[in-house]
């Protein structure tokens, strides 16, 4: 079983930056895919930034430029955050995607971004 548990949200103030943190525990050898995701109020949950295994990444235009994913290591993802502005705030969502196709998703992080 993977069980991805995300932490580093928090309150920010525009233009503020916070970087995320998304631990994997489990079978890491069977993580293909990993990938931020976000849901505000109201709206439907929306990519953020996704790596592979090789390491491609690919990220929303809302965030390109701003955002930068990384993958130190099998267990390990991030996301830094610069440049925050209010239309941000979110619950940020770790996403795993094993060998197999199966998803695995964490409990969310909130970030709050004041104007």
């Known amino acids: 079983q993977v069980q991805p548990v995300e932490s580093g949200g928090g309150l920010v103030q525009a233009g503020g930056s916070l970087r995320l943190s998304c631990t994997v525990s489990?079978?890491?050898?069977?993580?293909?895919?990993m990938g931020w995701y976000r849901q505000a109020p109201g709206k439907q949950r929306e990519l953020v930034a996704t790596?592979?295994?090789?390491?491609?990444t690919m990220y929303a235009d809302s965030v390109k430029g701003r955002f930068t994913i990384s993958r130190p290591n099998a267990s390990t993802l991030y996301l830094q955050m610069n440049s925050l502005n209010p239309e941000d705030t979110a619950v940020y969502y770790c996403?795993?995607?094993?060998?197999?196709?199966?998803?695995?998703w964490g409990q969310g992080t909130q970030v709050t971004v004041s104007s």
């Open positions: 489990g079978t890491i050898s069977r993580i293909n895919a």
């Open positions: 996403r795993s995607t094993g060998v197999d196709g199966i998803d695995y």
């Open positions: 790596i592979r295994s090789f390491g491609g």
